[in-house]
């Protein structure tokens, strides 16, 4: 019986894309070796779509017309390449002869569209030439090519076809194109003519864009099956018939060939003994198969259903989300529904990544070859509203500056330089990079408010008169029937939101069914993306070590502490303990010396993940003397934390990240790292998430680390780079369980738990009320207030607000210290719990958001827990003894388990535990048996956000610039509160003290006005 081979596949595969694809079939011999193109294809082309040019260039050149065209071209594509020259022509005695037209935006073009039809894709079998590659007998090899795919006579897609019924895979194939097919001949050279080459058996599906020898990347172009690797089996054809039935056909391959593929270029400087030089690296785009049917079924899905819907695209860590928000954008700014209408009029990229600023931008230049299409806001907010004014097509900004357009607006005004951001009519799309919490807070609804102020401003003109409320003025209706539209999903709004890791909020919020029928719309799983091989498994080289130590009590009394505030002062005196310190900094430099440095050919690097500020300075300082003192070379460490840092134990120290790197500033830091001059990098907080460094290859973890963080933490390490064969996880603080709960849920398909329960707001909204802290009046009364129309509160507004507040606060303080902790809870619970809800149900509920007001105001009159004041109790214990003993050695296997659902809000607030007094010698015995402690420090980054946002504001500014300190700190304590209140959520301790705590206040107050002072007036001075 006779099998199936090769050339069988070669002929079906040629047959579909000639009878259903689009495609013209060729001969061998009408390919020109000398030139590597298909020269009558390339003329007949020209003649046909062009023949004025022809006649013109015929009329000058007469003969020579052919020659002299074809020469023009070759030379054009060794110096511009295939790419530039498909998409703008090339130049010939001054006239510019197109070699490819594209599929218009919109219909509205019907010559551009009969220019579109005149493409010819063809497609040739055993395409033959001879090679730069010899054969043992020292002649020339001749090499044979299975596919060629060519477009306009220019070849762009080379294909090795490998059949498993003749005992060859596409493994086979790749190892072809390695070892038989160099990249020095001219069908291969890089850019100059083909510029995608495919390595097919029936089951997989492998590309890359440049060939380099045994270098050669190839990456696993594949559809996924059951959240794995490979390709799902299909009914009567090839596992792998989408190459040929979807991909490749002609609309598709001009379409990634206009819209996808790009020359991405990153340039660094290394310092030799001449001094300093750039390398520069190309690297050719085409994107992968989930990038690709990701875009398409989104743009597809906007196409077919407008703006409106809110899509999740849960893409793993490392599978090329920047390049797919790229392409995402681009399509959404030209998309035109049926009637030729555009569907967006503007499309607005929220992202915190500087490196996807630029990347944006050199990506979208490439497609479109113009400027003014991508603005990136990089000045103040003032940039972003011009932007939206203007119909910038892409502006690219971050979240946190829609909460201070309105100002914004002012000021160009008071300036004459007003303008008018007009909504009516207008649609937007929203890509988020990393969707979090960012869309569920109030800087969200700002994005949302601003976006849609034609809407909601139409909505509360028909609504306004029905909110039922006799103690609030027409005016202050208004304002509360906006503030709650804000908070619901807008009409003319599509948010697309990129995540690795989503959390119960985010699947709620971006709800949009994918192929399960529930959210994601989108997915790419961490499963498939390992076994790929497309990143690296950062769990299966894992080291876990625990700290043994003892303590001892240096005072003789046993007195009675707080548990959960004791456990917290222990486990910060064990962190920041010379000792321990000193041992992981010995453990960490030796590991890194005798198994790190040789890897990746010398070039491996490693992050030390510390847990605070201050840590990161101490193991800077300790990581520093340790190598100094033993002369080790090559280990240089670099150090990356915000702001300025103290040590208390060290009166009069300070110590910034600048300083500390020797003057590379925050921005200078990423290349420093990246050349062969620094090796470590230690980090607090920074650095963790958004950081692409492929040479990254082993962590030192000595910070506890839970759910999404320590996944977004640990996946800095899975980037691919020649060289690199593995990673490697060191972690003195985590458990091997602990990162397999928190890894599990996010390795395949993300289980999500029950929905918040809405009648759980009505019964905490119920038992808040019963507990008579607060009644109706007070929440009518302060509504009254905040809901005037003003656009920035008076001083009298600001006294009004804190005496209604105080009132509540002066009853709260009557209650015993259990029943306070347990109404704080439910304070707490309700406001996250309508701030979720609220923008899933429109509620527009007047009495709701009321209540949501004063809640949230209340919570930050209220004062903290117990005294307020942190536990200490360095003076109180002694380190006895201490070690680190190795616990673990090996991976950590995802695929054993179950994932743990996520969960959203509920009824239980988790701030209304009761702190358990205990003798501290029963503490310090339980913490012998066993270290490690959820209790971890307020957020250190708190009064460094402030101060970042409060150099920002342009009225700060201005009031920095116009009066003295003393005038200044007065002033700025007005505006404090406002700045507060917007760093409230996720950082309610601090925020708590700050707001309660008059002296705690005074403090910050004063030392933050001289810093934001200090800062203003000195980049003025410096520009």
């Given at each position: 019986m006779p099998r199936q081979t090769e050339r069988d596949f070669e002929i079906a595969i040629e047959q579909e894309l000639i009878e259903h694809g689009g495609y013209a079939k060729r001969k061998p011999a009408d390919f020109d070796e000398n030139t590597a193109l298909f020269p009558d294809d390339v003329i007949g082309f020209l003649k046909d779509s062009q023949s004025e040019r022809w006649s013109q260039l015929e009329a000058l050149l007469g003969e020579r017309t052919q020659a002299t065209v074809?020469?023009?071209?070759?030379?054009?594509?060794?110096?511009?390449?295939?790419?530039?020259?498909?998409?703008?022509?090339?130049?010939?005695?001054?006239?510019?002869?197109?070699?490819?037209?594209?599929?218009?935006?919109?219909?509205?073009?019907?010559?551009?569209?009969?220019?579109?039809?005149?493409?010819?894709?063809?497609?040739?079998?055993?395409?033959?030439?001879?090679?730069?590659?010899?054969?043992?007998?020292?002649?020339?090899?001749?090499?044979?090519?299975?596919?060629?795919?060519?477009?306009?006579?220019?070849?762009?897609?080379?294909?090795?076809?490998?059949?498993?019924?003749?005992?060859?895979?596409?493994?086979?194939a790749i190892k072809q194109y390695r070892r038989d097919r160099d990249g020095r001949d001219l069908l291969f050279v890089f850019k100059q003519r083909a510029l995608v080459h495919f390595a097919v058996d029936p089951d997989e599906a492998w590309m890359a864009t440049r060939l380099n020898g045994a270098e050669t990347l190839f990456l696993p172009f594949n559809r996924g099956y059951q959240l794995g690797p490979g390709n799902p089996p299909v009914e009567g054809n090839w596992k792998v018939h989408y190459l040929w039935d979807e991909v490749l056909v002609r609309d598709s391959l001009l379409d990634i060939l206009q819209r996808f593929m790009h020359l991405e270029v990153k340039e660094r400087k290394v310092k030799t003994e001449k001094g300093a030089r750039t390398i520069r690296k190309e690297t050719m785009i085409f994107p992968r198969y989930h990038q690709l049917d990701a875009v398409r079924k989104l743009v597809e899905h906007a196409h077919a259903h407008g703006s409106g819907h809110n899509y999740l695209i849960q893409h793993s860590a490392g599978s090329g989300k920047s390049n797919s928000?790229?392409?995402?954008?681009?399509?959404?700014?030209?998309?035109?529904?049926?009637?030729?209408?555009?569907?967006?009029?503007?499309?607005?990229?929220?992202?915190?990544?500087?490196?996807?600023?630029?990347?944006?931008?050199?990506?979208?230049?490439?497609?479109?070859?113009?400027?003014?299409?991508?603005?990136?806001?990089?000045?103040?907010?003032?940039?972003?509203?011009?932007?939206?004014?203007?119909?910038?097509?892409?502006?690219?900004?971050?979240?946190?500056?829609?909460?201070?357009?309105?100002?914004?607006?002012?000021?160009?005004?008071?300036?004459?330089?007003?303008?008018?951001?007009?909504?009516a009519?207008?649609?937007?799309?929203?890509?988020?990079?990393?969707?979090?919490?960012?869309?569920?807070?109030?800087?969200?609804?700002?994005?949302?408010?601003?976006?849609?102020?034609?809407?909601?401003?139409?909505?509360?003109?028909?609504?306004?008169?029905?909110?039922?409320?006799?103690?609030?003025?027409?005016?202050?209706?208004?304002?509360?029937?906006?503030?709650?539209?804000?908070?619901?999903?807008?009409?003319?709004?599509?948010?697309?939101?990129?995540?690795?890791?989503?959390?119960?909020?985010?699947?709620?919020?971006?709800?949009?069914?994918?192929?399960?029928?529930?959210?994601?719309?989108?997915?790419?799983?961490?499963?498939?993306?390992?076994?790929?091989?497309?990143?690296?498994?950062?769990?299966?080289?894992?080291?876990?070590?625990?700290?043994?130590?003892?303590?001892?009590?240096?005072?003789?009394?046993?007195?009675?502490?707080?548990?959960?505030?004791?456990?917290?002062?222990?486990?910060?005196?064990?962190?920041?303990?010379?000792?321990?310190?000193?041992?992981?900094?010995?453990?960490?430099?030796?590991?890194?010396?005798?198994?790190?440095?040789?890897?990746?050919?010398?070039?491996?690097?490693?992050?030390?993940?510390?847990?605070?500020?201050?840590?990161?300075?101490?193991?800077?300082l300790a990581f520093d003397a340790y190598i100094r003192e033993r002369g080790y070379d090559g280990i240089r460490s670099l150090v990356a934390f915000?702001?300025?840092?103290?040590?208390?134990?060290?009166?009069?120290?300070?110590?910034?990240?600048?300083?500390?790197?020797?003057?590379?500033?925050?921005?200078?830091?990423?290349?420093?790292?990246?050349?062969?001059?620094?090796?470590?990098?230690?980090?607090?907080?920074?650095?963790?998430?958004?950081?692409?460094?492929?040479?990254?290859?082993?962590?030192?973890?000595?910070?506890?680390?839970?759910?999404?963080?320590?996944?977004?933490?640990?996946?800095?390490?899975?980037?691919?780079?020649?060289?690199?064969?593995?990673?490697?996880?060191?972690?003195?603080?985590?458990?091997?369980?602990?990162?397999?709960?928190?890894?599990?849920?996010?390795?395949?398909?993300?289980?999500?738990?029950?929905?918040?329960?809405?009648?759980?707001?009505?019964?905490?909204?119920?038992?808040?009320?019963?507990?008579?802290?607060?009644?109706?009046?007070?929440?009518?009364?302060?509504?009254?207030?905040?809901?005037?129309g003003r656009r920035e509160q008076t001083a009298g507004d600001h006294r009004q607000l804190n005496a209604i507040l105080d009132k509540a606060v002066a009853r709260f303080g009557q209650r015993d210290e259990e029943a306070r902790e347990v109404f704080r809870g439910k304070l707490t619970a309700f406001r996250n719990l309508y701030a979720f809800l609220s923008q899933i149900i429109p509620y527009q509920d007047s009495a709701l958001e009321k209540f949501y007001t004063f809640v949230r105001g209340l919570l930050a009159k209220l004062p903290p827990p117990g005294d307020g004041r942190g536990f200490k109790l360095d003076d109180e214990v002694a380190l006895k003894y201490y070690r680190l003993r190795q616990i673990g050695d090996g991976s950590i296997d995802l695929g054993k388990g179950d994932a743990a659902p996520l969960k959203g809000p509920t009824d239980v607030g988790t701030g209304g535990v009761r702190d358990e007094v205990v003798p501290l010698s029963s503490l310090v015995e339980k913490l012998n048996e066993r270290f490690g402690t959820d209790f971890t420090e307020a957020d250190q980054l708190f009064f460094d956000q402030i101060r970042?946002?409060?150099?920002?504001?342009?009225?700060?500014?201005?009031?920095?610039?116009?009066?003295?300190?003393?005038?200044?700190?007065?002033?700025?304590?007005?505006?404090?509160?406002?700045?507060?209140?917007?760093?409230?959520?996720?950082?309610?301790?601090?925020?708590?003290?700050?707001?309660?705590?008059k002296a705690f206040r005074q403090a910050a107050q004063e030392h933050l006005a001289q810093e934001v002072y200090e800062r203003i007036r000195n980049r003025s001075t410096a520009e």
């Open positions: 074809l020469e023009n071209l070759t030379s054009e594509l060794r110096d511009k390449g295939t790419l530039h020259v498909l998409r703008n022509g090339f130049k010939c005695y001054g006239k510019t002869l197109r070699l490819a037209y594209f599929r218009p935006n919109s219909g509205l073009n019907t010559e551009t569209a009969a220019l579109y039809a005149k493409n010819r894709l063809t497609i040739t079998r055993q395409v033959a030439f001879t090679s730069v590659l010899k054969r043992p007998d020292g002649k020339h090899r001749r090499c044979v090519i299975d596919v060629t795919l060519a477009v306009n006579g220019l070849p762009v897609v080379t294909v090795e076809l490998k059949n498993h019924l003749t005992g060859q895979c596409a493994e086979d928000i790229a392409w995402l954008a681009h399509r959404l700014a030209g998309l035109h529904d049926a009637s030729d209408t555009k569907i967006f009029h503007s499309v607005v990229v929220v992202t915190d990544r500087r490196i996807l600023d630029q990347q944006l931008q050199d990506t979208i230049y490439q497609f479109e070859h113009k400027t003014g299409v991508v603005e990136k806001i990089d000045e103040n907010t003032q940039q972003l509203v011009r932007a939206l004014s203007q119909g910038t097509p892409i502006v690219i900004t971050t979240i946190q500056k829609f909460p201070f357009i309105a100002h914004a607006l002012m000021t160009l005004e008071k300036h004459g330089k007003g303008v008018k951001i007009d909504t009519g207008k649609r937007y799309a929203v890509i988020v990079d990393e969707a979090h919490s960012s869309q569920s807070g109030e800087t969200a609804k700002a994005l949302r408010g601003m976006l849609n102020q034609a809407g909601i401003e139409s909505a509360i003109a028909e609504q306004w008169s029905d909110v039922e409320d006799d103690s609030l003025t027409d005016e202050a209706k208004r304002n509360l029937l906006r503030e709650a539209l804000k908070r619901t999903r807008q009409p003319n709004l599509s948010f697309f939101a990129f995540t690795a890791t989503p959390k119960f909020k985010t699947l709620a919020l971006f709800d949009e069914s994918g192929p399960t029928g529930a959210a994601p719309f989108h997915e790419y799983s961490m499963r498939q993306a390992i076994q790929e091989n497309f990143i690296m498994d950062v769990l299966a080289n894992y080291t876990t070590y625990q700290r043994f130590y003892g303590l001892i009590k240096q005072i003789e009394n046993d007195p009675q502490v707080p548990r959960r505030k004791a456990a917290g002062a222990l486990a910060r005196y064990m962190e920041l303990h010379p000792v321990n310190i000193g041992q992981i900094v010995a453990v960490i430099i030796e590991h890194f010396r005798l198994h790190v440095m040789p890897e990746i050919g010398g070039r491996a690097k490693a992050m030390v993940v510390t847990a605070s500020r201050l840590a990161a300075v101490k193991y800077k915000s702001g300025t840092v103290e040590d208390p134990d060290v009166p009069g120290s300070s110590w910034t990240e600048v300083a500390m790197n020797g003057g590379i500033t925050e921005s200078e830091l990423p290349e420093a790292f990246e050349s062969e001059e620094y090796r470590v990098l230690l980090v607090a907080e920074k650095y963790q998430t958004g950081f692409d460094q492929p040479l990254l290859q082993t962590m030192y973890v000595v910070k506890k680390l839970a759910g999404v963080q320590a996944v977004q933490t640990l996946s800095r390490l899975n980037r691919m780079a020649l060289g690199k064969s593995c990673t490697f996880v060191l972690d003195f603080v985590n458990s091997e369980e602990d990162i397999h709960k928190a890894f599990k849920p996010y390795y395949e398909r993300t289980p999500v738990g029950d929905s918040a329960d809405p009648q759980q707001l009505n019964k905490l909204q119920h038992e808040i009320v019963e507990s008579a802290v607060f009644g109706p009046d007070d929440v009518s009364a302060y509504a009254s207030v905040w809901y005037r970042s946002t409060a150099t920002a504001s342009e009225k700060v500014v201005e009031a920095a610039q116009a009066n003295n300190l003393d005038n200044f700190s007065a002033w700025f304590g007005k505006v404090l509160d406002g700045l507060f209140v917007d760093r409230m959520e996720g950082n309610e301790e601090i925020f708590a003290r700050v707001m309660g705590d």
